[in-house]
């Protein structure tokens, strides 16, 4: 399980460190395998802060992310963070900036072999990511020995998910992975995720998307300046959004069928019939706490002043 | 008709030859229409609207004819062009965040901007402070720098400055794209606001998020390979599409409700043809199923329904 436990990121800022920013504050929630778990948020919200801790790319300064029971902040030395990166890997938002355009693409593999597998001999080797392509509904002839430039955006993110498979991870940081990729190629890469996580893998899905977060995600999180503001069962939190932030969230999202004015006037119609004061109300001139609030079973809300606007 | 296009055709000049990235569009704006027009990367949807404002140096015009308010635009004369851009047909660019002078005051820009049209900026100052209070601007970021400025406020300002002049024709070139969704919201609302204000007469929104521009647009168009793949009112092209384009487009877009384990959506398979030597006939011919032999023959765009436009020998 990777579990993020209170974990608070402050960056420093300012022109000699003087000044601070908390890009996350208090973040509590977990990933456990064979789950997706989308952390929605728009830009600014600390969404890929998270991810990028869980991956030690940056520090954590308060709090901790245990992998498995192992605090990662405590990964010392080359040989332990091999052994971590061999259960935890990132793809990220532009396929392009993630490859050295000198080399052809291919190499994320064979640099994989070099440090992980340098006993495999070539032949096995080559049936092992030939396997792993297949996954990913790559043909091998396609994409072997090519430049970046030479293949596209849903080719290139679909490599760095076979890299990750022949690594054998149990946890993939998923950050906006998809936004970049056409249309009709987008939902591909998505039911890819899916399948990987039918094969077991715990994902963090980092997604300023609340339709491709609904469409895979069996947790969602909702993040809103450092803070989680709404967490919980996928459908529940779609269905019956509490905090003011979330439910502006919805109502901004474009939807076919619907116009932004009826869904905003379905949300209203529910919040007027709702009169009665629920444990998540605070009172006039309370602070907000950092714990969540239960709504109901696997369903989870920061608590919020009742006529607060967003 | 605020714009008619026929016949347009604008190439790209490469060293392996001619890239047909605009081949041969023909179709009309009405009046304080807002025409959505998606696409994905390559299907022409930058290039047409690019060869409404200004042909860069890579583009080479080859033919057709582009008519505003009955005036045929000159758009193979980047001289000539003058006098119809801004003042007549106008541009908020995909960039708006990065399309101001960073080293001007942005009141002095926008002055040395109309200037250069022979326009007296003492002439439109109120309107400009109007306009900018319109979109809750402090009138004070005429003051300002860019850089002082967040994306969203530079977004509406640019947006102000785009259609100061009152021009017939607006083209928004993914003005969203960059955008946060409650943000995208308020400057998608505000072009529909422009319209009905008649700042603008007719406007062209250019996205690659269909579902987005169903919420502002009175009719959509969908560009594929270059060419025009269908155009209907918005509610058309959601719920009742004939192109098998737009159909497996549509099925492709997971909807807020959609679960992966209750309905699984799949992509259309394959990629857009290179338009270096574009495959004969229709362009989507390798990626459709319902694809035949006649498919080797070019189907015309025709209107099938009232108002709904398809270039499809298949759509019914």
Known sequence: ?310 | MTLEVSDLRVYYRTLRGDVRALDGPTFTVADGEIMGLAGESGSGKSTLSKSLIRLDGRMRYIGGSVTLDGDEMPIWDDRAMDEFRYKRVSIIPQYAMSAMNPTRKIGKMIAELLESRGVRFRDVRDELHRRLELVELERDVLDRYPLELSGGMKQRTVMVISTLLNPSLLIADEVTSALDVSTQRAVAETLVEFRDREFVKSMIVVTHDISLVYQIADTIMVMYGGRLAEKASAKTIIEMPKHPYTKMLLDSLPEVGVKYEDKRLSGIPGSPPGLLNPPQGCRFRDRCPLADKQCLEQPPFVEVESDHHVACWKAE
């Not at chain 1, 430039?149 to 991870?169: F, K, N, P, T, V």
């Not at chain 1, 996580?197 to 450092?226: C, E, P, W």
Request: glycine share 8%.
């Open chain 1, 1 to 310: 399980m990777l579990k993020f436990d209170r974990v608070t990121k402050v960056y420093k800022v300012g022109a000699f460190g003087g000044g601070e920013f908390t890009a996350v504050r208090d973040a509590s929630f977990e990933v456990r395998p064979g789950e997706v778990v989308s952390l929605i948020g728009e830009s600014g919200s600390g969404k890929s802060t998270l991810g990028k801790m869980a991956l030690r790319i940056a520090s954590v300064s308060k709090g901790k992310i245990t992998c498995d029971g192992i605090d990662v902040s405590t990964l010392r030395g080359h040989r332990a963070l091999k052994d971590y990166y061999r259960k935890v890997q990132g793809v990220f938002q532009d396929p392009f900036s993630s490859y050295n355009p000198i080399f052809k693409a291919d190499r994320v593999f064979s640099m994989i072999r070099e440090e992980y597998y340098p006993e495999v001999s070539q032949s096995e080797w080559q049936d092992r990511v030939a396997e792993a392509l297949k996954v990913v509904r790559l043909d091998p002839n396609q994409v072997l020995g090519k430049y970046p430039h030479q293949l596209s955006g849903g080719q290139l993110q679909r490599m760095l998910l076979a890299r990750a498979l022949l690594l054998d991870i149990d946890y993939l940081v998923a950050d906006e992975v998809i936004s970049m990729l056409d249309a009709s190629t987008r939902i591909d890469v998505l039911n890819l995720l899916a399948d990987l996580k039918a094969r077991g893998m715990g994902i963090l899905f980092v997604t300023h998307d609340l339709a491709l977060g609904n469409y895979i995600s069996d947790q969602t999180v909702i993040l809103y300046k450092g803070e989680i503001v709404e967490r919980g069962v996928t459908e529940k939190v779609f269905s019956d959004p509490r905090h003011p932030y979330t439910k502006k969230l919805f109502a901004s999202v474009p939807q076919f069928h619907k116009k932004w004015e009826e869904v905003e006037a379905e949300l209203r119609a529910k919040e007027a019939a709702d009169t009665s004061t629920h444990p998540y109300h605070l009172e006039e001139g309370q602070e907000v706490p950092s714990e969540l609030v239960q709504v109901s079973e696997g369903h989870y809300v920061q608590p919020f002043h009742r006529r607060a606007a967003v």
